[in-house]
């Protein structure tokens, strides 16, 4: 018997816009859909991306309907509680709303609400200090011609003006949770039958069929991340061309080695990438042939993609500082990068210790490197950082909680 398999279309690049966070996110929400099994999964998966971005969108709610589609039930949330003014736990003709969430499923067409500060006392800022005052929703549809699995409310980011690339970025995402609600319910549907091994068999195959078609989206969704960084390192090296050279020497260099992590990451399927091939591929450009500049060694950790990205700028910093002021500065320095794994807690205790540099100095006022890695890494690795000159010279060490 032939299984429903539906179709997911790569989108245009017009569609998606240019800018790569926005693209990562969507990269994102694509890579933790794969694992839902139900449909909670996809909702909880969906607001746990969408979360990461309060930048873009400062909240979302997300709403499952019923069959004939004039109540809707709260399913998850984004940054706002469930059941607070933006979130309501049921919309229906006997619990109105300012959301029109009938009307989206009727139509299926998104409509803007707004101004928010109208309907809403307290509003939900995100990180600006202005709240957002208009919202999106969208219907969750697999295609433009496909019934509604849901709606989806979106706040918009108060700074911006609202513009077609914005409103592509969020059909886009509406389209995907859609995709991925229709295919759970293919799968559940397929698992009420699977009653033998025969009907079994057929499940398992249709899964691997749908997990092919995602894999060809997120090989198409890699190629466009690389693209657009491709992109920013020549205009940005096109635009700096007359700026100070250290500094253009320096955006370069970050954008240089991010594009190197996301190439790693991209041929592990963005599952994830070993912390040794994380650390050497960062100190690659500093890599001599003649002697051995560091020593790197420790058990295998897997990394997930979100800390695999942050250290891999981090080693590139560390390697930088060291190259103008540290042990790479000079023809005998070393550098020792070893890493541990605690049973409780699979903690990762990571330490990068510089040997034989030139004398050590007072420190002056940290530089935007050392400030990203004590500051900033901490935040995305969800752990502690700590810097230390010490005799041999600069010492950096990491704890932190794999996931």
């Known amino acids: 018997m032939a299984l429903l398999e539906p179709r997911l279309e790569i989108s245009p690049p017009a569609k998606l816009g240019g800018d790569p966070r926005r693209l990562t996110q969507l990269y994102d929400l694509m890579t933790r859909l794969l694992s839902a099994v139900q449909t909670q999964d996809v909702y909880d998966a969906a607001a746990v991306t969408l979360a990461g971005n309060a930048a873009d969108i400062p909240f979302a709610a997300f709403y499952s309907l019923s069959a004939d589609g004039v109540r809707a039930l709260l399913m998850s949330v984004s940054i706002v509680p469930r059941g607070s003014p933006l979130a309501p736990e049921l919309i229906s003709p006997e619990a109105p709303h300012v959301w029109p969430v009938a009307d989206v499923v009727r139509t299926g067409r998104m409509r803007v609400v707004g101004p928010l500060s109208d309907s809403f006392s307290d509003l939900a800022t995100g990180p600006w200090p202005q709240p957002p005052q208009e919202a999106l929703l969208l219907p969750l549809s697999p295609a433009e011609a496909s019934a509604a699995r849901g709606v989806l409310v979106l706040g918009m980011d108060p700074r911006r003006p609202r513009d077609t690339v914005f409103e592509g970025f969020a059909e886009?995402?509406?389209?995907?949770?859609?995709?991925?609600?229709?295919?759970?319910?293919?799968?559940?549907?397929?698992?009420?039958r699977a009653k033998s091994a025969d009907m079994l068999a057929q499940e398992v195959e249709h899964r691997r069929r749908i997990e092919r078609q995602q894999n060809l989206l997120l090989d198409e969704l890699n190629h466009r991340v690389k693209n657009t960084l491709a992109t920013v390192q020549a205009i940005a090296i096109q635009t700096l061309k007359g700026a100070d050279e250290v500094a253009r020497d320096a955006f370069i260099g970050r954008l240089f080695a991010l594009s190197s992590q996301y190439d790693l990451l991209t041929l592990g399927n963005w599952e994830g990438a070993a912390l040794e091939g994380v650390v050497r591929r960062a100190l690659q450009p500093w890599r001599e042939e003649e002697h051995e500049r560091f020593v790197v060694g420790g058990p295998p950790v897997l990394l997930s993609p979100k800390m695999a990205l942050a250290l891999g700028l981090a080693f590139h910093e560390l390697a930088t500082n060291a190259a103008r002021h540290g042990v790479l500065s000079n023809a005998d320095g070393q550098v020792l990068v070893d890493w541990s794994l605690s049973e409780v807690g699979r903690m990762l205790h990571l330490s990068w210790r510089e040997r034989g540099g030139p004398p050590v100095t007072a420190p002056g006022p940290r530089g935007f490197?050392?400030?990203?890695?004590?500051?900033?890494?901490?935040?995305?690795?969800?752990?502690?950082?700590?810097?230390a000159l010490e005799t041999g010279g600069l010492v950096c060490s990491w704890d932190m909680k794999l996931r």
């Open 172 to 192: 886009e995402i509406s389209r995907r949770i859609g995709q991925a609600l229709l295919s759970v319910e293919v799968l559940e549907a397929e698992r009420e």
């Open 369 to 387: 490197g050392l400030r990203l890695i004590e500051k900033g890494l901490a935040r995305e690795i969800s752990g502690s950082v700590k810097l």
